[in-house]
Structures are given as structure tokens and as C-alpha cells.
């Protein structure tokens, strides 16, 4: 018996549910119907509209009217709403719409003399069954001649997507949902208005054959009225949403024109920014953008001067050439600012270019032509070093660059060596160091580093740094040269190393008049005595059977300085096996 009250009650819910989503019978409808002298027929239509069993009220706007259509209509059984003054179909319409209550609203014309029940329910019933949020309608009658001669031929340059039969049609539904996104013209072009209104926003819109229709047809000077409401409606809609600009030539060239400004903007922010993508390639639609935005500014300026050469109508062409370059001259002002600022901080080198933003250091190395690359760097964020890595630094590649070193190379702080290792995934911007070096370096855990001001932080550090070698005996000696950190560049000298005769090395660093080691194995063989006027550039260390020459070469330019005796090793040889 439990089951099978269970059963009963299911059926119950599941009955309810579905009558009350029947036809949308739990949806108020409201008709509303603007009427201006029409006391001769407004009582008919009021008196069918309050026939059909969908219409729980019906309103009935009195625009200024001085015959009995208040009387007839409030006899009928309508609510009446008054203007003082006749003020057009369009805002009767909206006053109605202000004071209706339905869920669901239709507009109908007074004059309607043959209206019937089943032609409101056709207007009504699409949208209760769901299936449309606007019901326009078309019917057989006499004329349509606004209609053909000009609502048609403009919806069809500007709006050709729109194919209604009758755009014009007085008669419509619509939910009050749909209604509340769509702008009520004053006039006789709220009907077209709302037809396009609708076609933008995408509201489902459905064109419903209500039969014959008879109402008394306008004369030529009524004809003349609607169609200047209807033609300014349709272009200011087509204004409003664009079609226009989409079709004139000078539209094309501002629109061009802000593309290409805006290429150029996205690829100067992008190579400054975003590093998932090669700085080249920002580079490359740039230089696209740029020529975009070059070509069609000229070509909008030859149009132009050629629209501002006229004498009728300067005025106006002025505003309107205002008007219309306002935007492409916004853009231009923002790639100006972009470049400016990003550019404002360049820094020029004898070696390269830096320019340094808030986010990021691009660097274009210039030294040689098969070294011209393009590298956003930085900023870094100073963290503590890990657990048991007291004498390491992890340190990103871009710093490493920047400073000019590699990972395995050390610096000595305070006396003390920390070998530099690579960052741990997902930590490239971070710079984890120990204690004693930041505090030494007056760093705080938290600081932020830019590219730019890394060699300021790490001025006058002593590094021991590899280089790299080559020749026969590449394998069996490792080069490691003392350098100190110099903030900017200067001249220093080019130093190559020899082993009989065969080049192992070059390298470059500014030096000082004074005294410099060389070691073998971490011993000292060797004290060398330079002095920048002095006419000895070459210097020998015997090894074995094997010589060492260290050739003081031509002047370069370098930013760092070759460590003297004081500081550390200036060069330190590690040799393993036999030489050859």
C-alpha cells in the first residue's frame, strides 16, 4: 500500500507539472493598442482582444485624441491611458508597454475593422509554445507601398539577413523580457526599429501569416511622414550597429589603420611581456603592423584632404573628419606612449643596447653579426637559499648571462666560495642565496632585482669563472680565469692562451698595471708583471716538456677585470693525462 501511495503522489506532481506547462498557460498577456480618433473602431478591437482566452488585460493608449475613443474604449472594457497631446504610435506604444502587466505583451492597431479571435491567438500562441520571443505579423491587404519602395530596398543594403515579408506590419508580440533589451522609437519607425533591434541582439523572431486584413489606408502626405521616420530609423540602426562603416571606403581605411596601430602596439608590449613566444616574432608583427598602419593612414589622408579641399560644407566635413579619426588618432597616441615609455629607460653600450621597463630588460647584443639576438630579462626575486645549500647560489640563465658567467662558476664573497647552480623548476625569476651573501649585498628576502641593476648588485665581486677551450688538448686541461664583476664597460685587453703553439683559449678583461698569477693544479708557477706601455705582451710558463704562453692581444672592450694577486688567481690551469 506504501508503493502505491508513493505511486499516486508521483502521477499527482508529474500531472500538475505538466498542465501547468501546457500552451505557457501560467503566462499573463497583455495587448496594448495605440489609438489616435479612432472611436469608430477602437470598442471592436478591444472587445475581441478580451475574447481570446490567453489576454488577461487590455490597454488602451489615447494619444491625444478629440474624438469619443476614450469613451468607446473604456465602455469595451480596456484601461485607458491618456496623452494631453498626440505624440506618435511609437511612444503610445511605450506608454502602454510602462503600464501593462503581462508576461507576455501585443501591439494592435485601433483600426483593425475585421479583427478576429483566432488572428490574436496566431500572434500569441508561438511565443507561449515557446517557440519565439518577437511574433511580427503579415497579412493580405492593399498598398505596402513604404514598404516596397523603401523599408525593403534599405534593410536589404544594410540589414540583407533580415527577409520578413512585411517588416513594416504593425501587429506584434513579444515577452516582456524581450521587449525590456529594445529601444522604442517616438514614431512610426518603432515597428522596424524593433524588428532590427531584435535581429542584433538574436532574439528569436517569428513572421506569422493573421490573413485579411482591412484598415483605412493613409493618403500621400501620411505615406511621406511614415516613410522619413521609417528611412531615419533603419540608418540610424544601421549607424548604430556598424553597417555603415562596414561599406564605406574610408571606414576601411580607419579600420585598417587601427589594426595595423594595434599590431604594432601588441608587438611592442609582447616583446617586452610574454615570453612564451620568441621575441623575433613580436618583432615581425610589428614590422607588419607598422606597414599596415602606414599604408591606409596614407591612403585615409589622401581622402581626407581631398574631402576637406571643398568649400560647401566645410564645417560639417570638419566634424565629421573629427568624428571619424578620433579613434585611429587614440591609437597612435597609445603606441607613442608604449614606445616612449618602454624606451625611455634605454641604456647604450659599446656591446649592446638595453632597455629596461618595470617587468623585463630586452637586450640586442650587437658585438658580431652572428650574435645579434633579441632576450627579455628579469626581474629576479631574492629568496632565501635552501636547506644544506650555504655555499651555493641558485641563480636563473638570464642572470647568468647578464653577469656574464656560467652555472658552475663561483663567486667569492667575504672570503668565502658559492658555487652557482640552476634555479629548481618553476623558479627562473627567483634568485635563492644564502644569508652571509645577502647580507653582504644588503639584499632582503622579498627584493626585487631588474635586469639592468643586477651588475650594480654584484659590483666589484670576485668570480673564479671556466673557459672555454679547444684545440688537441681540450680534453685533458680546464681553463678557470679570476674576474672581477664591473658595473659598465671599458677598455681592456684580449688575452690568448697557448700550449706549444696550439691555440686553448681567448678572453678578455680590463687590466690593471700590477701583478698577476698564474697556477697549475691549484699551485702557483708564475707571477707576471703588467704594465700597459710596456712593449712585453708575452708571457711563458714551462710545464714539463710543455710550454705556456699567456699573449697580452688588442685592446677590447670588456666588463670585467682580471683579478691581480691581491684579489685571486688570474689564471688557473687544471691538467689531467698526458698533453700532446
Same mark, same amino acid.
Given at each position: 500500500?506504501?508503493?502505491?501511495s508513493? *505511486?499516486?503522489?508521483?502521477i499527482v506532481?508529474?500531472?500538475?507539472?505538466?498542465?501547468n506547462?501546457?500552451e505557457g498557460?501560467?503566462?499573463?498577456v497583455s495587448?496594448v493598442i495605440?489609438a489616435?480618433?479612432?472611436?469608430?473602431?477602437v470598442?471592436h478591437?478591444?472587445?475581441?482582444?478580451?475574447?481570446?482566452?490567453y489576454v488577461q488585460e487590455?490597454?488602451v493608449?489615447?494619444?491625444?485624441?478629440f474624438?469619443?475613443t476614450?469613451?468607446k474604449a473604456k465602455?469595451a472594457?480596456?484601461?485607458?491611458?491618456r496623452?494631453t497631446?498626440?505624440?506618435?504610435?511609437?511612444?503610445?506604444?511605450?506608454?502602454?508597454f510602462k503600464h501593462s502587466n503581462?508576461?507576455i505583451?501585443?501591439?494592435?492597431d485601433?483600426d483593425?475593422e475585421?479583427?478576429t479571435?483566432?488572428q /490574436?491567438?496566431?500572434?500569441?500562441k508561438?511565443?507561449?509554445?515557446?517557440?519565439?520571443?518577437i511574433t511580427k505579423t503579415?497579412?493580405?491587404?492593399?498598398?505596402?507601398?513604404?514598404? $516596397?519602395?523603401?523599408?525593403k530596398?534599405?534593410?536589404n543594403?544594410?540589414f540583407?539577413?533580415i527577409?520578413?515579408?512585411?517588416p513594416? =506590419?504593425?501587429? &506584434?508580440?513579444a515577452?516582456r523580457?524581450?521587449?525590456?533589451?529594445i529601444r522604442?522609437?517616438?514614431?512610426?519607425?518603432?515597428d522596424?526599429g524593433?524588428?532590427l533591434?531584435a535581429?542584433?541582439?538574436?532574439?528569436r523572431?517569428?513572421?506569422?501569416d493573421?490573413?485579411?486584413i482591412k484598415?483605412q489606408?493613409?493618403?500621400l502626405a501620411?505615406?511621406n /511622414?511614415?516613410?522619413?521616420?521609417?528611412?531615419?530609423t533603419?540608418v540610424?540602426?544601421?549607424m548604430?550597429y556598424?553597417?555603415v562603416?562596414?561599406?564605406d571606403?574610408m571606414?576601411?581605411y580607419?579600420r585598417?589603420g587601427?589594426?595595423?596601430l594595434?599590431?604594432?602596439?601588441?608587438? /611592442?608590449?609582447? /616583446?617586452?611581456?610574454?615570453?612564451? %613566444?620568441?621575441a623575433?616574432?613580436?618583432?615581425?608583427?610589428?614590422?607588419?603592423?607598422?606597414?599596415?598602419?602606414?599604408?591606409y593612414?596614407?591612403?585615409?589622408?589622401k581622402?581626407?584632404?581631398?574631402?576637406?579641399?571643398r568649400h560647401?560644407g566645410?564645417t560639417q566635413s570638419?566634424k565629421? &573628419?573629427t568624428?571619424?579619426?578620433?579613434?585611429i588618432?587614440?591609437?597612435?597616441i597609445i603606441?607613442i606612449a608604449?614606445?616612449s615609455?618602454?624606451? +625611455?629607460?634605454?641604456?647604450?653600450d659599446d656591446?649592446?643596447?638595453?632597455?629596461e621597463?618595470?617587468?623585463?630588460n630586452?637586450i640586442?647584443?650587437k658585438?658580431?653579426s652572428?650574435?645579434?639576438?633579441f632576450?627579455?630579462?628579469?626581474p629576479?626575486t631574492v629568496d632565501?637559499a635552501? $636547506?644544506?645549500?650555504?655555499?651555493?647560489i641558485r641563480?636563473s640563465?638570464?642572470a647568468l648571462?647578464?653577469l656574464?658567467?656560467?652555472y658552475?662558476d663561483k *663567486?667569492y %664573497?667575504m672570503g668565502q666560495?658559492?658555487?652557482?647552480?640552476?634555479?629548481?623548476?618553476? $623558479?627562473e625569476s627567483?634568485m635563492?642565496?644564502?644569508?652571509?651573501v645577502?647580507q653582504?649585498?644588503?639584499?632582503?628576502v622579498?627584493?626585487?632585482?631588474?635586469?639592468?641593476?643586477?651588475?650594480?648588485?654584484?659590483?666589484n665581486?670576485?668570480?673564479q669563472?671556466?673557459?672555454?677551450?679547444s684545440?688537441?688538448n681540450a680534453?685533458?686541461?680546464?681553463?678557470?680565469e +679570476?674576474?672581477i664583476i664591473q658595473?659598465?664597460e671599458?677598455?681592456?685587453r684580449?688575452?690568448?692562451?697557448f700550449?706549444?703553439?696550439?691555440k686553448?683559449?681567448?678572453?678578455?678583461g680590463l687590466?690593471?698595471?700590477g701583478?698577476y698569477?698564474i697556477?697549475i693544479n691549484?699551485?702557483k708557477?708564475?707571477?707576471?708583471?703588467?704594465?700597459?706601455k710596456?712593449?712585453?705582451? $708575452?708571457?711563458?710558463?714551462?710545464?714539463?716538456?710543455?710550454?705556456i704562453?699567456?699573449?697580452?692581444?688588442d685592446y677590447v672592450t =670588456?666588463?670585467?677585470?682580471?683579478a691581480?694577486v691581491s684579489? +685571486?688567481?688570474f689564471l688557473n690551469?687544471?691538467?689531467?693525462?698526458?698533453?700532446s
Open positions: 500500500m506504501q508503493n502505491l508513493w *505511486l499516486i503522489l508521483i506532481f508529474l500531472v500538475a507539472a505538466i498542465k506547462n501546457g498557460s501560467h503566462l499573463r495587448v495605440p489616435y480618433n479612432e472611436e469608430g473602431n470598442a478591437v478591444v472587445k475581441t482582444a478580451l475574447s481570446c482566452k487590455v490597454v493608449v489615447d494619444d491625444g485624441s474624438d469619443n476614450y469613451e465602455i472594457g480596456a484601461s485607458i491611458i496623452h497631446t498626440n505624440q506618435g504610435k511609437g511612444a503610445a506604444l511605450k506608454t502602454g503581462g508576461d505583451v501585443a501591439f494592435i485601433a483593425l475585421n479583427l479571435i483566432n /490574436v491567438d496566431n500572434m500569441i508561438p511565443i507561449l509554445d515557446g517557440k519565439a520571443d503579415k497579412f493580405k491587404r492593399e498598398g505596402g507601398r513604404v514598404t $516596397e519602395l523603401t523599408a530596398p534599405l534593410l543594403f544594410f540583407p539577413e527577409k520578413f515579408d512585411q513594416l =506590419s504593425g501587429q &506584434f508580440a515577452k523580457v524581450a521587449l525590456n533589451k522604442f522609437e517616438e514614431d512610426y519607425g518603432v522596424v524593433i524588428v533591434d535581429d542584433v541582439q538574436g532574439l523572431i517569428k513572421e506569422v493573421i490573413g485579411d484598415h489606408m493613409s493618403n501620411d505615406l /511622414v511614415v516613410a522619413n521616420e521609417v528611412v531615419r533603419i540610424d540602426r544601421a548604430e556598424g553597417r562603416t562596414m561599406m571606403s571606414g576601411k580607419i585598417m587601427i589594426l595595423g594595434s599590431l604594432s602596439s601588441l608587438g /611592442v608590449f609582447g /616583446v617586452f611581456f610574454i615570453r612564451v %613566444i620568441p623575433t616574432i613580436w618583432i615581425i608583427i610589428f614590422i607588419v603592423g607598422m606597414v599596415l598602419a602606414i599604408y593612414i596614407f591612403k585615409l589622408i581622402r581626407s584632404i581631398h574631402m576637406l579641399m560647401e566645410r570638419l565629421s &573628419f568624428y571619424m579619426h578620433f579613434p588618432l587614440v591609437s597612435g603606441l608604449m614606445l615609455t618602454l624606451l +625611455g629607460a634605454v641604456n647604450v656591446g649592446k643596447i638595453s632597455i621597463p618595470n617587468s623585463g630586452l640586442i647584443w658585438n658580431s652572428d650574435n645579434r639576438t632576450d627579455v630579462r628579469g629576479y632565501s635552501l $636547506e644544506n645549500e650555504n655555499t651555493s641563480i640563465n638570464d648571462a647578464t656574464g658567467l656560467n658552475g *663567486l %664573497i666560495g658559492y658555487v652557482l647552480n640552476q634555479p629548481r623548476p618553476g $623558479e627567483i635563492r642565496i644564502p644569508l652571509q645577502r653582504s649585498l644588503y639584499l632582503d622579498g627584493d626585487v632585482i631588474q635586469d639592468g641593476n643586477l651588475r650594480k648588485v654584484f659590483n665581486i670576485h668570480a669563472k671556466n673557459i672555454t677551450t684545440g688537441s680534453n685533458n686541461v680546464t681553463l678557470q +679570476g674576474i658595473n659598465n671599458a677598455v681592456g684580449k688575452v690568448n692562451v700550449i706549444d703553439n696550439e686553448l683559449a681567448t678572453t678578455s687590466m690593471d698595471n701583478s698569477s697556477y691549484d699551485l708557477v708564475k707571477t707576471i708583471q703588467f704594465n700597459d710596456s712593449s712585453l705582451n $708575452e708571457y711563458f710558463v714551462q710545464w714539463g716538456t710543455h710550454e704562453k699567456i699573449e697580452i692581444g =670588456s666588463d670585467v677585470k682580471f691581480p684579489v +685571486g688567481k690551469f687544471s691538467i689531467n693525462g698526458t698533453l
